[in-house]
């Protein structure tokens, strides 16, 4: 379903607003596929940890189907946002101790006053895509540039979510490859899924969205892609985070460590055996695409998969939002992320 010039940021703000009021997540916005039902171990800590659906996110969720959480003293139960500002509300309102989300999304909470710090990546490089369909005969922005040049009365529709990093890709990208976004229709989502759909369906012409699911249409020959956010922005520049409250870093940093000691673990399997992990993300079924798309997501990233950002990249980002007028203020990524620990944990 499309839904055009729906402001992402409206539903985040309202989210923040209805936080601290609101009960946990309901079960329609967990997948019952992904959420731990067991009881944990005494000897276990528990922790909630929201997400969406994105190929960095994979470590998260290989490490609840392995024993890598086990192994760090954590049962973990995850739930499942179908956008981005009801799992960062969720955080704000306690509702969930971890989120992993946008690079983009701590800071529209640090303009909201809402105490959030960044502490490590997610787990994966280059995994935003921005894909056009194969029938355009496009391979690259430039190839773009040249095709709007070509045919002024041709207006494509291009799909995203709007105050996301998916919409920054494309602003960043467009504004060195000379591009005016204004030569396109925009059309905003506020769900990640169904801008698939709506790319699957021939309603949009562009996509700029994540692997395994822009991965799965360029290996049906249906798109190609014509950049992602290692070239357009650096290798280690993230898709999502993980993020706490200020008081859980300060009051609880040994969860925060052992939680960031399951990624890596979970990080080691995708890394050095990435059939492996496609197993154990099928007891879950948490992307729903074929088992050699989702080797090919994992063995195209451009670097093995580490949790340090590249935090003067995010900068460059966060200036572009206060230029597009999605926060008030440059906010310091400096200020917003505290990878202290992960940084320990990865010498």
């Known amino acids: 379903m499309l839904r055009k010039r729906v402001p992402l940021l409206f539903v985040i703000v309202a989210g923040f607003a209805g936080a601290c009021a609101s009960g946990p997540p309901t079960d329609r916005n967990a997948l019952e596929s992904s959420s731990s039902e067991s009881t944990p171990s005494s000897s276990l800590i528990p922790v909630k940890a929201g997400h969406l659906v994105a190929l960095d996110m994979a470590p998260l969720f290989v490490g609840v189907e392995s024993d890598c959480f086990e192994k760090a003293g954590l049962a973990v139960e995850t739930v499942f946002f179908t956008n981005p500002g009801d799992n960062n509300a969720a955080l704000a309102g306690g509702q969930i101790d971890f989120s ?19 502490v490590a990546a997610a787990g994966g490089w280059g995994v935003m895509q921005v894909i056009i369909d194969s029938n355009y005969g496009v391979e690259s922005l430039a190839d773009l540039a040249t095709y709007v040049t070509e045919n002024p009365n041709e207006t494509l529709k291009v799909a995203t979510l709007r105050g996301d990093t998916l919409e920054l890709i494309l602003a960043d990208g467009f504004e060195k490859a000379g591009i005016d976004s204004s030569d396109f229709d ?39 892609v014509i950049t992602d956010n290692a070239e357009v922005w650096s290798i280690t520049t993230p898709n999502t985070v993980v993020s706490v409250l200020e008081t859980t870093l300060d009051q609880r940093p040994e969860v925060v460590e052992a939680y960031i000691q399951g990624l890596q673990c979970a990080a ?16 879950g079924n948490y992307y729903r695409v074929d088992n050699d798309v989702l080797l090919t997501a994992f063995q195209t990233q451009p670097s093995p998969i580490t949790f340090t950002p590249d935090l003067d990249a995010v900068q460059t980002v966060v200036d572009k939002m206060v230029q597009l007028n999605y926060i008030q203020a440059d906010v310091p990524a400096q200020e917003i992320f505290d990878v202290s620990i992960v940084k320990e944990l990865e010498k």
């Open 268 to 283: 080691e399997i995708i890394n050095t055996d990435p059939e492996t992990a496609i197993e154990l993300l099928a007891n």
């Open 100 to 118: 992993t989300n946008p690079f983009t999304l701590p800071f529209f909470a640090a303009n909201s006053g809402v105490p959030i710090k960044t």
């Open 186 to 224: 925009m059309v905003y989502f506020d769900d990640l899924l169904a801008m698939v759909d709506a790319f699957r369906l021939g309603e949009v012409d562009i996509l700029s969205h994540i692997k395994p699911y822009t991965t799965q249409f360029v290996a049906m020959g249906s798109a190609n």
